[in-house]
């Protein structure tokens, strides 16, 4: 009487019918579950950022000029998989803050790191306003989460940054002229009477800016009488109507110092000479 019970009842719960004689059936389900992942923030790499300038320069703040593509890379994690990173925002501000005049610069996937880490990347081109910019960073996953650390500051660029220099005598004042002692004609290495000339960068934005420094000269003449350009000289470089590069590369608040010499023609006419020197200093 137990077993036609128990007979019994599987039957009732399987609700299915075995022939007699078959000993052995298969009855078949499906199954079905749900794994629901803890949601995770993204988290974005700080010390990742990397900031790659289109001039190879020194620098104390990273800086570039009107028109120079500027390439920004940064990592960015999340603990559901790195293709839950749905946006990457750098953002370039005046202060530490963002605010809605700030610059906004989305940056698209560039590769995986890993399961949960990737890199983003942009090119940039430098407009031609001025101004430190404070690099900040958003990010937003798949169900709009914001990163964890959203908003912090990787860095800074300067765009347009002031170049500045002074030019002085040896007595320290702003250089107006270029003078050298009357002399006999046929004499040669007459130094100026402004020796030794002076050559500060000044960096006025403290961005380690270095200065290139060339001199164009002109020829020195008393009506049709002349003194040919090239019997000046600045440290031992003859002058001429080009640019003569004298100092490749002046560090930021430091001095170069430069001593003219003029080399008086043989049979020069008796006179006085005027000619014109330029100093033509370029950001490097």
């Not at 950022?49 to 190879?56: E, G, H, K, P």
């Not at 250089?175 to 006025?204: E, H, K, M, W, Y």
Request: charged share 15%.
């Amino acid at each position: 009487m137990k077993s036609k019970m128990l007979l019994l009842a599987i039957t009732v719960a399987l609700t299915a019918s075995i022939a007699a004689g078959t000993p052995n059936e298969t009855y078949s389900t499906s199954t079905d579950a749900i794994c629901q992942m803890a949601t995770a923030e993204p988290i974005i790499n700080a010390t990742s950022y990397n900031i790659t300038l289109d001039v190879t320069r020194n620098y104390t703040i990273p800086y570039g000029f009107t028109g120079e593509p500027i390439d920004f890379t940064i990592d960015i994690t999340d603990g559901n998989g790195a293709s839950d990173i749905t946006t990457v925002e750098l953002v370039l501000s005046d202060d530490a803050s963002i605010s809605a005049e700030d610059t906004v610069m989305p940056l698209t996937h560039v590769v995986d790191v890993d399961a949960t880490t990737a890199t983003f990347g942009a090119t940039w081109i430098i407009p031609a306003t001025s101004g430190l910019k404070h690099v900040l960073v958003n990010v937003t996953d798949s169900t709009g989460l914001a990163a964890t650390n959203n908003g912090i500051e990787v860095g800074n660029i300067f765009q347009n940054p002031l170049m500045g220099f002074e030019v002085t005598d040896k007595s320290g004042n702003a250089l107006t002229n270029v003078s050298f002692a009357a002399s006999a004609p046929g004499t040669n290495s007459v130094p100026s009477d402004q020796n030794t000339i002076q050559i500060t960068n000044t960096d006025p934005d403290h961005v380690g800016m270095r200065i290139k420094v060339s001199v164009v000269a002109t020829a020195m003449t008393d009506g049709t009488n002349e003194i040919p350009v090239s019997n000046i000289r600045v440290d031992n470089t003859q002058l001429s109507v080009t640019p003569t590069e004298i100092n490749s590369a002046i560090e930021p608040l430091t001095t170069s110092s430069h001593n003219f010499k003029l080399d008086y023609p043989a049979g020069l006419i008796a006179g006085t000479y005027k000619g014109g020197i330029d100093f033509e200093v370029e950001a490097i």
